[in-house]
């Protein structure tokens, strides 16, 4: 069973950026796609990246896309979230989770097909 520990949240002003890492021991997770979701306050947990197993493909929603950058280093074991331009909106509690399957061909955005949950890191973007 793999575990993921989150790190590198924080409290940062509107505009600014934080860098997410989510580190995985247990098991390499090189074989397995990694996602990103994020739960604010009253609010589902919600999507934000997932990667390949590869590193080849990567996918975002729209809310995020062209802020927020997912990758990984297999070496490492370790899987980061580049987020710039921070709004107000963006703040929440944010997770890295594991693909269940094994060499996925398409991401899957699905949270119930990710597993090994975090406790996450809290982001707090100030207007």
């Known amino acids: 069973q793999v575990q993921l520990v989150e790190s590198g949240g924080g409290l940062v002003q509107a505009g600014g950026s934080l860098r997410l890492s989510c580190a995985a021991s247990?098991?390499?997770?090189?074989?397995?796609?990694m996602g990103w979701f994020r739960q604010a306050p009253g609010k589902e947990r919600e999507f934000v990246a997932a990667i390949s197993w590869s590193g080849g493909s990567t996918s975002y929603p729209d809310s995020v896309k062209g802020r927020f950058t997912i990758s990984r280093d297999n070496a490492k074991n370790t899987v980061y979230l580049q987020m710039n331009s921070l709004k107000p909106e963006d703040t929440a509690v944010y997770y890295c989770?594991?693909?269940?399957?094994?060499?996925?061909?398409?991401?899957?955005?699905?949270?119930?097909?990710?597993?090994?949950w975090g406790q996450g890191t809290q982001v707090t973007v100030s207007s």
């Open positions: 247990g098991r390499t997770v090189s074989n397995y796609a």
């Open positions: 989770a594991a693909d269940r399957r094994f060499r996925r061909v398409l991401i899957t955005a699905t949270r119930s097909e990710y597993t090994g």
